[in-house]
Structure formats: C-alpha cells, structure tokens
T-cell receptor, first 114, second 113 residues
Framework: DAGVIQSPRHEVTEMGQEVTLRCKPI?????LFWYRQTMMRGLELLIY????????DSGMPEDRFSAKMPNASFSTLKIQPSEPRDSAVYFC????????????FGPGTRLTVL | AQSVTQPDIHITVSEGASLELRCNYS??????LFWYVQSPGQGLQLLLK??????LVQGIKGFEAEFKRSQSSFNLRKPSVHWSDAAEYFC???????????FGTGTRLLVSP
C-alpha cells in the first residue's frame, strides 16, 4: 500500500500564477479531504469528497480556490490566481466509509507564492 | 458544534522524563478521539484512537491516552520521552458516523538533553 500520494512536494510560484496540487488517495477509500496548514491558522479543512462528490466546501477560503475529484483515484486543488497569503502546506487525506474515521494523510505539498 | 482545545502551544520535556499533553473536547455524545503526530516536514501519523470500551488506550511508540468523560478530556501520556519524540501533536475529534474530523491547534513538544 503506497499510502496517500501528493504531488508536487514543493511548489514555488509567483503571485498571479495558477497552481494545481494533486492527490491520489488510498485505493478503496471513499472519502478524500484537503487541508491547509499555516503557522497562524493551524490545520484547516478546506473541502472533502465522498465517492467523488464534494460534500462540504465551507472551508474553501475564496473563489480563487477550487477542487475536483474526477474519479476515485485522483483529486486536484487549484488556486487561480495565487497570492502570497496562500503560502502554506496543503495536505490530502483519505478514509474508508466503513471504519473508524481514521484519516490517512499524505506527505503534503509546501506551496510558496512569491 | 464539535471543538477541540489543546491548551499548551509548546512543551519542553527533558529526555527520559514523563510527558502529558492535554486535550479537551466539546461534543454532545461520545465521539471518536484521535491523537496524531507530525514530525518536521512530514504528514500526520496516527498515534492512537478511542471509540469505546477501555478508557485507557495504547498506541504506537509507547504512547497511551486516557478518555475521561466527566472531564471531556483525552490526554496523551508517555512514561519516558525520547529525543525522537520531538514533534507536533494534534488531538482530533470525530462524531460517530461522520468522517469529518475536527483538529486542535497542536502542541509542539521539545525534548531537551
């Protein structure tokens, strides 16, 4: 089991550019979560999906953020246009429907917007 | 709404000393409770979890936690800290039947020689 896979691990971009973060959940997991972690705000849930359908996107900060899950093995988080305040570590996590709510986290993508 | 409070932002412990990290939660029913650890530059790793039954749960790396319903607490303990335990620790609560978790703000553990 490869665990949750995220790419890229590091991303440096300039303000105004589009940024796409990618996540592959653990096979068989029906739930996928996107989190953002900063020093100021800690770990924040941005959005989560169940069976590829967005369930709760109330944590998405602005319209500049969007997330998709076109199939059970792939999700993207897009920021367009990016701003320096978007600099953070973005984590993806997954969990199966039947189980004990344990979430399995990916290694994260460290985003720096200059 | 569920919430989790970790009152200690930083804790410094001498290597070999005992450790207790505090976690208080707010939830109407018995929740699922978790402790995760995050080493620098890494994702979050599950240390232990509680759902029901014995209120003292054992986890990986020699950690344990005790659920106290009367105090709405789920404190993490370790009898003897190792330098490799230096990391950030997150308590989380999840309502039974729902997959969403609410995380605390984390406690950063520093281990002094």
């Amino acid at each position: 089991d490869a665990g949750v896979i995220q790419s890229p691990r590091h991303e440096v971009t300039e303000m105004g550019q589009e940024v796409t973060l990618r996540c592959k959940p653990i096979s068989g997991h029906d739930y996928l979560f996107w989190y953002r972690q900063t020093m100021m705000r800690g770990l924040e849930l941005l959005i989560y999906f169940n069976n590829n359908v967005p369930i709760d996107d109330s944590g998405m900060p602005e319209d500049r953020f969007s997330a998709k899950m076109p199939n059970a093995s792939f999700s993207t988080l897009k920021i367009q246009p990016s701003e320096p305040r978007d600099s953070a570590v973005y984590f993806c996590a997954s969990t199966p429907t039947l189980g004990d709510n344990e979430q399995f986290f990916g290694p994260g993508t460290r985003l720096t917007v200059l | 709404a569920q919430s989790v409070t970790q009152p200690d932002i930083h804790i410094t412990v001498s290597e070999g000393a005992s450790l207790e990290l505090r976690c208080n939660y707010s939830y109407g029913a018995t929740p699922y409770l978790f402790w995760y650890v995050q080493s620098p530059g890494q994702g979050l790793q599950l240390l232990l979890k509680y759902f029901s039954g014995d209120t003292l749960v054992q986890g990986i790396k020699g950690f344990e936690a005790e659920f106290k319903r009367s105090q709405s607490s789920f404190n993490l303990r370790k009898p003897s800290v190792h330098w490799s335990d230096a990391a950030e620790y997150f308590c989380a609560v999840g309502p039974a039947g729902f997959q969403k978790l609410v995380f605390g703000t984390g406690t950063r553990l520093l281990v002094s020689p």
